[in-house]
Every structure is written in structure tokens, then in C-alpha cells.
């Protein structure tokens, strides 16, 4: 490092360091910098490094940045802090983060909301997840489900947009809220006929609930159900795309690992009536409702769950 001394220099000093007159403006100090700067970048020798970092210590000063900087330094020691920030510097700070803490928010009302309704309300009996990119109204739906044996359903609702050509955008916290209220083990799954490919492990075989309700159903309702199958290769291949593209999924996955065997994992219904009788609309543009229900592979209860959509399909108003 050279004898100047860079903390005492005035801003003309260093202007004339720079061999510039007095009253060079920002372009011409920017222009100077990048000139006097060009042999020394990209040395290695200690000489060249010293250099450089005296030019740019230099420069700081000519183009007033220094000064800028132990003004602002200044300015903040005298003003007042809280929680070791300035006033201006909190609102910088929620401005930057508003968003996240938004999804912290909302993630724990939903979890608040399944702990309240799993443990402080009177116990549910059963309950069922809706996921998809659709509203429900779940009194509607808990109104079908009253019986003898069911005195207290619980019906949760998360919107979930999987990948989609038709511009919908997903909630950043949706797999948050889906992945609580989840843990309560649900009964029985409501979802659509876009998302269920992406969620094959949450679905139960559900060959014995399709022919148990040929015995409960009228035919005419038992033909507007329609079984929906998918094999773990293909949710596989389905989804493939998807988790490459978001770096989920590397290139030792080989598609011969996973079953090609077709099961049973849902119930589709496309009748309109019946889905408008459940307080259900569709949230996919120009595409007609179609809902899918399941038994949730990880249900302490598979009875119960069974219990359920006969209820839901014997109390629906089909056209």
C-alpha cells in the first residue's frame, strides 16, 4: 500500500489522484476508475492486489460513497432501536419477509385449527380430506355423513393446483396445509381427476368398497360410478417430468422399480347434480367437475372409511 493517507483524503484529493479535474461528474469518475483498474484486475502478485484495493478505496471517495456510507453510519447511532434495528431498518425488514411470515401464519392456523378440532372440540368420529383445485362446503357434506354410526365428521379443505397447462397458479403453503391436516389420519380422500396421479402412496385398494356398494346402491346410481385405477409405474412416469424440473428426483430412479400392477384407488363421479348436491365446484377452467373419492392408505379404520362413502354416495342427489 502506498503512503497516502486514504482516511484523511478529501473527495478533491482523490479526484486528483485519479487525474481529474474538480468538477468531473459520476461518468467521467466511473469511466477514470475503470481505466486506471484495467492493469491491475486479475493479478495475483501482492503489489497489483494493493494497488487495486488503494484505486478502489480512492474511488469510493471520489464518486462520494464513502462519505454516503459514515453519514448513514452516523445518522443511525444517533437514532433510537429496537431489538437492535432502527425504525427504518424493521420496515426494510418486514418488507423482505412479509410474505414468508404470511405462510408461517397461515401454515399455523391450519395446524392450530386441526389440533383444536382433533383434541379440544368434541372428538370427530371420521374424517376426510378434500384436495384439489376445488371449494367444498363442508356442512353439506357432514350433513350426509350423519348417521347411527357417524355423529361427528370432520371435513378439511386445502386448494392444491398441481402442474397445469391452463394458468393456474399454486398457493406457496398448500402442501404445507395439505401435509397437516393430513396427520390426522383421515378417513376417506375427496380430490379431482388432475390431482390424484400425484398422490398414488395416499390411496388404499378400493376393490371391496366397489362391490360392497353393488349391494347397497340402486343400479342407477351404481352406473354413474366409475372405478378409477393407476398403477405405481405409471403415477411414477406421470409425475417424472414434474420432479425433474424441480431437481426432486435424480437419474438413478429406474421406472422397472416400480409395479406395474393397475389398482383400484378411487371412485369418480361426474354427475352434476350429485357434485353440486355436495356443495362441491370446480376450480379448473372449461373443465367439467369430476370427483374422486378414496380411502386413505394410512386410516387406522378402514370400516369406517368404508362406512363413509356409502353414506356420501346414498345420500347425494343424482340426476
Known amino acids: 500500500m502506498s503512503e497516502i493517507d486514504i482516511e484523511r483524503m478529501t473527495k478533491e484529493e482523490a479526484l486528483t489522484y485519479m487525474g481529474l479535474p474538480q468538477d468531473a461528474n459520476d461518468f467521467a469518475v466511473d469511466e477514470r476508475f475503470w481505466q486506471l483498474s484495467k492493469k491491475y484486475r486479475g493479478k495475483k502478485d501482492p503489489d497489483s492486489e494493493d ?3 488503494e484505486l478502489s478505496a480512492v474511488y469510493n471517495i471520489a464518486c462520494g460513497r464513502r462519505d454516503e456510507v459514515a453519514a448513514k453510519a452516523e445518522k443511525r447511532a444517533g437514532e433510537k432501536k429496537f431489538l437492535g434495528k432502527t425504525k427504518d431498518e424493521w420496515k426494510t425488514y418486514i418488507s423482505y419477509t412479509w410474505f414468508k411470515a404470511l405462510i408461517i401464519v397461515v401454515v399455523a392456523v391450519v395446524v392450530i385449527s386441526v389440533i383444536y ?3 379440544f372440540k368434541n372428538r370427530y368420529d371420521c374424517a376426510a380430506v378434500a384436495f384439489g383445485h376445488f371449494s367444498i362446503d363442508s356442512v353439506q357434506i357432514e350433513e350426509k355423513l350423519m348417521s347411527e354410526d357417524i355423529t361427528n365428521p370432520y371435513i378439511a379443505n386445502v386448494d392444491i393446483v398441481v402442474p397445469n397447462e391452463m394458468g393456474q397458479i399454486e398457493n406457496i ?3 404445507q396445509s395439505l401435509a397437516a391436516v393430513m396427520s390426522m389420519d383421515p378417513n376417506v380422500l375427496i380430490t379431482d381427476s388432475m390431482t390424484y396421479k400425484y398422490y398414488f402412496s395416499n390411496f388404499s385398494d378400493m376393490a371391496s368398497v366397489y362391490d360392497d356398494l353393488k349391494l347397497v346402491l340402486s343400479a342407477n346410481v ?3 360410478i366409475e372405478p378409477v385405477y393407476l398403477s405405481e409405474r405409471d403415477a411414477f412416469l406421470f409425475t417424472r417430468d414434474y420432479l425433474k424440473q424441480q431437481d426432486l428426483l435424480d437419474g438413478s430412479a429406474n421406472v422397472n422399480e416400480y409395479d406395474s400392477t393397475p ?5 369418480m363421479i361426474t354427475d352434476k347434480t350429485a357434485i353440486a348436491s355436495l356443495g362441491i365446484e370446480n376450480g379448473w377452467p372449461g373443465q367439467a367437475p369430476e370427483i374422486i373419492f378414496g380411502v386413505y392408505s394410512n386410516t387406522a379404520d ?3 372409511a368404508e362406512k363413509m362413502i356409502f353414506e356420501l354416495f346414498q345420500n347425494m342427489s343424482f340426476s
Not at 263 to 267: K, S
Open 302 to 304: 378402514y370400516s369406517k
Open 117 to 119: 378440532n382433533a383434541v
Open 263 to 267: 389398482v383400484m384407488i378411487g371412485l
Open 173 to 175: 403453503y398448500s402442501d
Open 222 to 224: 351404481y352406473s354413474k
Open 51 to 53: 494497488k487495486l484495493n
